[in-house]
């Protein structure tokens, strides 16, 4: 009788390994899918584009001409949205994070605050173009130029940082926080001495990978109305502009039509020359690794800041 | 709270006051803004390389793409200096750049060959004629003409799988226009696509396939695809679209001409109006670089006349028509 049961165990548990090892393959399929997927494309990609990313590539403008067309204008474009977005969503969005998280009583407001937070995380991006369409170009006057560009993408990326720094500041043991206020600290103290600083890697991964979004996004630029033709840089602040003869103001730049990498490379992947596809794909590389380098300098920062942090 | 007004404080407040007055918006001198129709845009694009050269950058140029709609839209609403259309300006956008009080220039620039293509092994279809094309396109077609062999007798029984541009692009409208005779009226089970590449390779790939798009992605895949010849009727010849053929303004009903629309006020400002100038002058020879047909060089002459004439209007009043000679339509009474 007992060694029945001890066969039905031991079957039992063969079976149950059995269930694992099949649940592990199954694990591992599903990941490579994605992973495989992904390296395919960039593996074509790479194998078009490649014989186009000389220097060349990046210092010239568009152009009919396949063989001389670059991506200068797109890529400074990018460049300055992007510079645009950071100066806007960080102090926003730290800021923001540090108040729910620290200062703001819990009650129904701040519930629904943070309702609204999760969810504007999942609101399509091409909501928020038309939201600052009519806010930023047409209400507040900005025009179709870098600084709406730049806000509309802060606004986007937002939540991403308010979630991610609110993560970073909950993670901090409370007693850091009793321990501060022990020695006589005021909040403020409290917070910019010790949370802000336990927390900056998190924070920085936060940023950074709300940044890497942004920089691939299109769908809200065009709504705004980036351009796809630019054969000209931004203003340079106090050199002579040749269009007016005059030095450019320090700020002129905020102002001036631009266009994205994204937008340029969606433009040349419509055109009927096997050319501007080669294009296309070379720029599909600049967008690529410039995410993927995003993203590794957001693990690298949280690895170096996290290792000095010991509780 | 602010019981002592410190320095700092003060200085804080200055350097908030000048920030702002230094981000007040600055008027663009020298910008010449275009947006609209993608198929004019490589012309436009051309020029505007060419043209920002030639000025040494005294002057900027900006192209957008929106669609030929798209485009109208801004455009009558005074956001933009040139409008791109690969139709003409309709009823509906008259009236919204009537009122808002914006007058126009409309300027043809090149010419578009719709070419309708087929497999490189199709041996049967060399030449097709207007109501042939209908019957396949026409609304009533839907889920019945679907074997080869029920266009002519003599096409093998093979079935027939038919690719067309998206419903917002120019060349939709005018093919429609053209064949169907209405606009916009066409079958809806068709693949139907916004990026002609899409259609290149469906054609290229199937063996019983048609589509039909711009001659330039015609002329960049001659290698994988079989241009069909069309005919007016049963009795007229066949003609292949080509450059010649649409230039001598023989390839009907599928060629039109493709416009700027050049609002009247940018005008007295020099830059735009030495846009226009430099692209009436060049822009035959550079459509011709980028794919397109240009028209004949009466028609640049004319058109430049109009412009110093500031001749302002549509010669269509509303809607395409078809089979109308550049000239002709440059010699019209404008309506605005």
Redesign the interface.
Known sequence: MQATDLQLLRAMIAQHKRYDILFGLVGLLATMVGVVTLLVLFIDLVLDGYPRLTYDFFTS????RAEEAGILSAWVGTVLVMLVTAVAAIPLGVGAAIYLEEYAPKNWMTDLIEINVTNLAGVPSIVYGLLALGLFVYIL???QSILTAGLTLALLILPVIIVATRESLRSIPVAIREAAYALGATRWQMVSDHLLRYSMGGILTGIIIGMARAIGETAPIITI????????LPPVPFTID???DLPA????W??S?FTVLPIQMF?W??????AF?ENAAATGIVIIVATLAMNGLAIWLRYRIRKHIKW | MFKHTSPRFKMTVMAGVL?GA??A??A????V?I?GS?TV??I???V??EF?KSV???????????GTGGGFK?FCRGETDISNASRPILKKEMDDCKAAGITYLELPVAFDALTVVVNKDNTWANELTVAELKKMYEPAAQGKINNWNQIRASFPNMPLKLGAPGADSGTFDYFTEAIVGKAKSARGDVLSS????VL?QFVQRDKSALAYF?L??Y???KDKLKAVAIKMDDKSPAVMPSVETTNKGIYQPLSRPIFIYVNAKSLQNPEVRGFVEFYLKHGGK?AK???YVDLPARAYTLALENLKKGKTGTAFGGHAEVGVSVEELLQREGKL
């Open positions: 403008f568009p152009s009919r006057d900005f025009g109305g980036a351009l796809t033709f630019i054969a000209f040749p269009s007016t103001g320090p700020f002129d905020l102002f039509p433009n992947v419509s055109r009927p020359q096997a596809l | 920030a230094l981000l918006p600055v663009h001198a020298g910008l803004k947006d993608s845009y490589p436009t694009e051309a505007a390389e920002q040494k950058g005294k002057t900027k140029v900006t192209v957008g793409i929106s801004k916004e990026d002609d590449n290149v711009g330039a992605y002329e960049e895949n550079l670089e980028v794919g």
